[in-house]
């Protein structure tokens, strides 16, 4: 079975971003052998082209904040022993400063 939880710093100021700063969220994965972790963003949107994933997937940053990057994202884990995909979404809301 796999454990998979989210944290993020703007969970800490209530889904907030600030406009033209980074926004780093990370995920933790609990299982073995360590799944595949991807991220989307839920709806019609792409990922803002500012994206990166470091740490093998559970580490998402989005640098230099717009309006455009509200919106709902969503991260997944799923490996060769558990084949149903476990996922966690998270909602990012940007403010000017």
């Known amino acids: ?12 100021l209530n889904g907030v971003a600030q406009l033209h700063l980074h926004s780093l969220w990370r995920t933790f994965v609990d299982c073995s052998p360590t799944p595949r972790v991807t991220w989307k963003r839920i709806g019609e949107k792409k990922m803002p082209v500012r994206h990166r994933l470091e740490s093998f997937g559970q580490q998402l940053t989005i640098d230099n904040v717009q309006y455009e990057d509200a919106g709902k ?14 996922r966690r979404s998270m909602d990012l809301s940007v403010e000017c400063e």
Do not use: H
Request: aromatic content about 4%; proline content about 4%; some cysteine.
């Open 1 to 12: 079975m796999i454990g998979l939880s989210v944290s993020e710093l703007e969970r800490l």
């Open 73 to 86: 994202y969503e991260c997944q884990g799923v490996n060769e022993v558990e084949t149903r995909p476990v």
